[in-house]
């Protein structure tokens, strides 16, 4: 039997696969090196309702996959340009004139048009009439960018690949049999196995950032590839390290401008997309942003996501819905699509300090002042348990709760004193670890990549670094003169970042 598929049409099936499960930045690279384009969209009725209705943050998402004609792009970007100018977003709408690909084409091959925008930017107020050519206007420009982009997508049936991989596995030999002429090549799999670093504890100084005590960070993550260091500050910056210099990163086009990622508050919380695609920012003001890395443009906002400032945020495990607490004492469900808030969870009488997906995503386990750990169930929004993990009468403040790698059924609790607890699911406490000192209650915790280590950061300045084999405290050592605020470990190095009112993030390593 044999099966005639052209080379492209294979590509395009890995690049829906790709698409379907988020992982973006490796859909771009495979139509850049293969020059093979995927334009397909969920739906034709939903894309084009989207841009008569001026939905761009979910135009502009559904886009980012697609390889579309340099005209109509421009039209499209000068649109969206034109109605953030009309809405006031400024901001929004300079960087996306003079940063992004569309816009710096436009200037270069029709600078009048270009210099059109750049007017209407200036002035402090938006007419109509001076930004639409006679005869036409908002609706009807909406209207003929939809026509112009429906000749350009079609709409497949989901999860083709994986359906034409059944197909192909029923005519196939028989499991555990492969035929004379496959072969797997797994020289590939040994060499990554050969660079695993083995973890440790640091002991020393690597890098450090100074930011000055009226822009201290507030908030700090390891991009999931390990390539950057995002910061997020009290005065509302967002900005990407380069890891290896503590330098602000200039790939980054934006950055090598002098542009950056911006809240209108203190950016309290964030979280990355497994594929490193997309940020997500939560701010003091209750405010969350999702941001395109690549571009730094702003491509979802929930303007009333809390009432209160957003303690932390986490996406979904297939990145399509976003989880955040707040000092309001909630835990909501956003869906990065349609901008919507889908549930909330009450039931904490006090700042929700932490919250995340189980493996399995039908459960949420959430960490409170209130001094407990509540698991919700995600279907029905309803808290199905409640533990206080030292003392069933204290209510310890719990800073963190945080899944183990090594066995997703068990947790980290750090709580606001001098120990920390492993629990499970059901509330019994596995393992305890503690640093016997009176003063220095932990602040702050954060676990080695693979379970290994977790290191607490306490209120005495000190980093403590517990061996989870073993429960014994291996090493102490002090890292700032200020209250520290956070810590966070790299993805796959042995790196930590802790950072303090001192206003200094340092880097530290073995």
């Keep these: 039997m044999a099966l005639g598929v052209e080379s492209a049409d294979v590509i395009r099936l890995i690049m829906q696969y790709l698409k379907e499960n988020n992982l973006y930045r490796t859909l771009t690279t495979l139509q850049e090196e293969t020059t093979v384009s995927l334009n397909t969209v969920d739906s034709i009725d ?10 761009w943050d979910s135009v502009l998402l559904a886009i980012e996959s697609l390889k579309l004609p340099d005209n109509t792009l421009i039209d499209l970007y000068e649109q969206v340009v034109l109605e953030l100018i009309e809405m006031r977003e400024v901001g929004a709408a300079g960087s996306l004139l003079r940063q992004t690909d569309p816009m710096i084409m436009l200037k270069q091959t029709q600078p009048e048009r270009y210099l059109h925008l750049e007017n209407l930017l200036t002035r402090s107020y938006f007419d109509p009439r001076e930004a639409y050519p006679k005869g036409s ?6 209207r003929a960018i939809a026509q112009g982009m429906v000749r350009e997508v079609s709409v497949v049936p989901p999860s083709r690949l994986m359906g034409l991989l059944e197909q192909v596995s029923k005519v196939q030999q028989p499991p555990g049999h492969l035929s004379p002429d496959m072969a797997i090549d797994m020289s590939g799999i040994k060499a990554v196995e050969k660079h695993v670093e083995e973890e440790s504890f640091p002991t020393q100084l690597y890098r450090h950032i ?10 700090a993550r390891f991009s999931p590839d390990g390539k950057y260091l995002f910061t997020g500050s009290v005065d509302g910056f967002i900005e990407a390290w380069n890891v290896s210099t503590g330098k602000i990163s200039k790939d980054l086009k934006y950055q090598a401008q002098d542009s950056f ?10 979280c990355f997309s497994q594929d490193t695609e997309l940020l997500v920012t939560g701010a003091q003001n209750g405010k969350i942003k999702v941001w395109k890395i690549h571009s730094g443009l702003c491509l979802r906002r929930f303007e009333r996501a809390h009432s209160k400032g957003v303690t932390c945020l986490s996406f979904s495990k297939d990145s399509s819905h976003i989880l955040s607490a707040s000092f309001d004492q909630t835990i909501r469900i956003h869906e990065l699509r349609s901008g919507k808030t889908l549930k909330e969870l009450s039931g904490h009488s006090s700042f929700v300090n932490d919250a995340f997906f189980n493996q399995g995503g039908n459960h949420i386990i959430s960490a409170s002042s209130d001094g407990t750990v509540k698991i919700w169930n995600v279907k029905t929004s309803e808290c199905i348990h409640t533990f206080k993990c030292l003392s069933s009468t204290s209510e310890i403040p719990v800073n963190n709760v945080i899944p183990l790698p090594q066995n997703p059924e068990h947790f980290v609790v750090c709580n606001h004193s001098n120990t920390v607890v492993i629990m499970n699911m059901q509330g019994q406490t596995v393992k305890t670890f503690s640093s016997e000192r009176k003063e220095g209650d932990f602040v702050s915790c954060i676990l080695s990549p693979r379970g290994e280590w977790i290191y607490c950061v306490g209120e005495d300045l000190v980093l403590y670094c517990f061996k989870y084999a073993t429960g014994k405290l291996e090493r102490t050592l002090t890292v700032h003169e200020k209250d520290v605020i956070g810590i966070a470990h790299h993805p796959h190095e042995n790196v930590i970042a802790t950072y303090s009112e001192d206003g200094l993030l340092r880097l530290w390593k073995p």
């Design 210 to 219: 100074k930011f000055g005590q009226r822009s201290h960070v507030e908030c």
């Design 46 to 55: 939903s894309f084009i309702a989207d841009i008569n209705r001026g939905h």
């Design 261 to 270: 990622m911006m809240m209108d508050d203190a950016v309290l919380s964030m």
């Design 137 to 142: 206007s908002k609706e009807k420009r909406r």
